[in-house]
């Protein structure tokens, strides 16, 4: 993964669009990373990633016998407890 500084990134930020493109890049300030720049298409690709784990958990408990009621889990769902 590629790496700029804060102020790389503020002064070559059509660059940095670009990067992502192609890899994520982690922005550093005062050499320590702070954030991670990736392109929508990634960041797509992590959300369907989290929504299958956590599926899978979910049908783990189903399977033991630890499901909820669906109104109960969309409320909460609602409620940012699963974020």
């Given at each position: 993964m590629k790496?700029?500084?804060a102020k790389d990134a503020k002064n070559r930020f059509g660059e940095l669009m670009d990067t992502v493109q192609r890899e994520p890049v982690?922005?550093?300030k005062h050499g320590r990373p702070v954030a991670v720049v990736l392109s929508e298409v990634e960041?797509?690709?992590m959300k369907l990633e989290r929504l299958r784990a956590m599926l899978a958990v979910g049908e783990a408990?189903?399977?033991r016998g630890?499901?909820?009621d669906g109104?109960?889990?969309f409320e909460?769902?609602?409620q940012g407890?699963?974020?």
């Open positions: 790496a700029m500084s982690t922005i550093e960041y797509e690709k408990q189903l399977d630890e499901g909820i109104e109960e889990f909460a769902l609602r407890q699963y974020d």
